[in-house]
Nanobody, 122 residues
Framework: QVQLVESGGGLVQAGGSLRLSCAASGSIFRINDMGWYRQAPGKQRELVAVIVSGGSTRYTDSVKGRFTISRDNAKNSVYLQMNSLKSEDTAVYYC????????????????WGQGTLVTVSS
C-alpha cells in the first residue's frame, strides 16, 4: 500500500506565506502525478496545482503567480509554496499521488493525504 503524510498547514495573516509538504511511502514503483487539492467550507474539492514526473506543472487560475508546486522524486515528496495568501485561500489542503505500486505484481494506485488546514486571516 501507499500512504501520504502532509505537513505545513496553519494560521497566517493575509499576504503571508506557508509551505506545505507531502511525502509518499510504501510499495512505490513509480509516482506519475503529484498534486494539491483544497476544499473550503461549503465548497467542492478543487485542484490547486499538479506536477507530473517530468516536471511539468499546472495551476488553477486563482493561484497562478502566487503558488509554486515542486517535487523531489528521490524522496517521493511534493511541496506547495504559497505566497501572498488571501482569505479565499482558506481551506483544507489535500495531497494526491497517482502512480504504479509493486508487491504481488504491479498495479495502479491513487492515494490522498489526510488533509492539512490552512487558515488565512484578513
Amino acid at each position: 500500500q501507499v500512504q501520504l503524510v502532509e505537513s505545513g498547514g496553519g494560521l497566517v495573516q493575509a499576504g503571508g506565506s506557508l509551505r506545505l509538504s507531502c511525502a509518499a511511502s510504501g510499495s512505490i514503483f513509480r509516482i506519475n502525478d503529484m498534486g494539491w487539492y483544497r476544499q473550503a467550507p461549503g465548497k467542492q474539492r478543487e485542484l490547486v496545482a499538479v506536477i507530473v514526473s517530468g516536471g511539468s506543472t499546472r495551476y488553477t487560475d486563482s493561484v497562478k503567480g502566487r503558488f509554486t508546486i515542486s517535487r523531489d522524486n528521490a524522496k517521493n515528496s511534493v511541496y506547495l509554496q504559497m505566497n501572498s495568501l488571501k482569505s479565499e485561500d482558506t481551506a483544507v489542503y489535500y495531497c494526491n499521488a497517482r502512480g504504479l505500486q509493486n508487491g504481488d505484481g504491479y498495479r495502479l494506485f491513487e492515494v490522498w493525504g489526510q488533509g492539512t488546514l490552512v487558515t488565512v486571516s484578513s
